[in-house]
């Protein structure tokens, strides 16, 4: 079965550069969520989107943005990296039925900040 | 403040016997509730989950079990497999008030013993 899709799976950048991460979720999936997880934490969610339209905002940074385009994939762009940024991000999907819903994670991209 | 809480980080079982995986929350409006296996550097995998209408759910080798006066739910494998051997994170999430992003613990390592 298809599955999340993220790339890269590693970046590495320099402080204060630019960083963009992409999300293609399952098909048929119209809720893209992101998630943060720091070096032996637990996944923070960051943001997420239905639809195309923002659904719901965490804990994001005003420095990152992101946005679902039409075809669902999604895009979290980082800027003004910072050493703290430095964690895997995760992105998960989900076909928004009802209240409940299973959300499907990609296998992450590790994002290292020098 | 966390509002889900795992508070064993770790646990070892022997293979065959029960593993027993425990979360407890505090956030009253969460109403559906997953269990998550994580391997490393891979993305969390959906394992199980339970809505907040129900007490128990089972799947396999896998029950989730909802006590929802008590604010706490435990994952069940039985028999317990070498292959079991990640991290599992419980999680939840109140889509009932229209929000679905999902709170994590911090995870439960799990080592099954051959």
């Known amino acids: 079965a298809a599955g999340v899709i993220q790339s890269p799976r590693h970046l590495i950048k320099e402080k204060r550069e630019t960083a963009t991460l992409k999300c293609y979720p399952i098909p048929r999936h119209d809720t893209v969520y992101w998630y943060q997880q720091g070096p032996g934490q637990d996944p923070q969610f960051l943001i997420s989107?239905?639809?195309?339209?923002?659904?719901d905002k965490g804990s994001i940074p005003d420095r990152f943005s992101a946005q679902q385009f039409s075809d669902y994939h999604s895009e979290l762009n980082m800027s003004s990296l910072e050493l703290g940024d430095s964690a895997l991000y995760f992105c998960?999907?989900?076909?928004?039925?009802?209240?409940?819903?299973?959300?499907?994670f990609g296998p992450g991209t590790r994002l290292t900040v020098l | 403040d966390q509002q889900v809480k795992q508070n064993s980080p770790s646990l070892s079982v022997q293979e065959g016997r029960i593993s027993i995986l425990n979360c407890d929350y505090t956030?009253?409006?969460?109403?559906?509730f997953l269990w998550y296996k994580k391997y490393p550097a891979e993305g969390p995998t959906f394992l199980i989950s339970?809505?907040?209408?129900?007490d128990k759910n089972e799947d396999g080798r896998f029950t989730v079990f909802l006590n929802k006066s008590a604010k706490h739910l435990s994952l069940h494998i039985v028999p317990s497999q070498p292959g079991d051997s990640a991290v599992y994170f419980c999680a939840a999430s109140s889509g009932g008030a229209g929000s679905y992003q999902l709170t994590f613990g911090k995870g439960t390592k799990l080592s099954v013993i051959p």
């Open positions: 339970i809505s907040s209408i129900k």
């Open positions: 998960a999907s989900s076909r928004l039925a009802g209240a409940y819903n299973e959300q499907f």
């Open positions: 989107f239905y639809e195309k339209m923002q659904s």
């Open positions: 956030n009253s409006m969460f109403d559906y």
